[in-house]
């Protein structure tokens, strides 16, 4: 980790009901957390409320995706200006899930991040290569690309947090290795050097994801640029998401 706040947020996806999250959130709440940590949970949509309304103060929450504008006749779409309504400070954006699954493109989600962060909720930009991309060396374009269209929309970095997620490692069990994750961190930031500003680059933080655990997380931790993580399934047990909270170093 480097000089900028550790940042670890947990991504529930499409999972829980409500009496698994009560249980969830009651494992987080009875938690012993490193103080200098920002520590947040992205619940899905329909449980933020029963989140908000049952979590230490101690734990941010984020959505995991919002509408492109103001909310309006949008069916099925939930708005910034909702999740603001519920105590949200973040929102997941550009997520492996919503890219390669829902089919949204770079454009469309550098379009949503401008909207999140003009109504004030930060957000947790994904990028990250395919395996066939990662194998055909094509690793740091397809992450300048993706960092691009965030580039190309946003009018400032304050509030926004990079989330390096090889599309390989995310629900696989196949993390990247300490090596593999701060080679791809450092080119983002020097990125970010060249087409933002030194300063952007030095203050922004770096988060790695996929399949980060209780186990690898304290060995990522310790590179340089590494600045927190993005957890998907083992944020789902409120102890082992502690430790990897408490891995900061
Ligand atoms: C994620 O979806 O952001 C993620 C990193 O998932 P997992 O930790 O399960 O690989």
Redesign the pocket.
């Known amino acids: 980790a480097g000089s900028g706040k550790f940042f670890v947020g947990g991504?529930w996806?499409c999972n829980g009901t409500k009496d698994s999250i009560s249980k969830l959130v009651s494992d987080l709440n009875s938690s012993k957390l490193e103080p200098d940590v920002d520590v947040v949970v992205a619940p899905p949509f329909v449980y933020i409320d029963q989140v908000k309304n049952s979590i230490t103060d101690r734990i941010e929450i984020s959505a995991q995706n919002s509408w492109v504008g103001k909310g309006g006749a949008f069916t099925g779409e939930i708005s910034v200006e909702q999740l603001k309504d519920l105590g949200c400070k973040w929102v997941?954006l550009g997520?492996?899930?919503r890219r390669h699954v829902i089919g949204e493109n770079d454009e469309f989600i550098g379009k949503k991040a401008a909207y999140a962060l003009s109504q004030g909720v930060g957000v947790i930009a994904?990028i990250g290569e395919l395996l066939q991309e990662r194998e055909a060396g094509k690793t740091f374009d397809v992450c300048f690309q993706q960092l691009k269209a965030y580039a190309d929309a946003v009018p400032s970095w304050d509030n926004i947090v990079i989330?390096y997620?090889p599309v390989w490692?995310?629900?696989?069990g196949k993390v990247a290795t300490p090596e593999q994750a701060q080679e791809v961190h450092v080119a983002v930031r020097d990125w970010l050097k060249k087409n933002v500003s030194a300063e952007v680059a030095s203050r922004t933080r770096i988060i790695y994801?996929?399949?980060?655990?209780g186990g690898n997380c304290s060995e990522l931790a310790k590179k340089e640029d590494i600045d927190g993580f993005?957890?998907?399934?083992?944020?789902l047990k409120g102890p082992e998401f502690a430790v990897i909270v408490n891995s900061v170093t």
Request: charged share 10%; hydrophobic share 35%.
């Open positions: 991504n996806k997941i997520h492996s899930e994904c989330a997620e490692a995310i629900g696989t994801g996929g399949s980060v655990n993005l957890v998907g399934g083992a944020s």
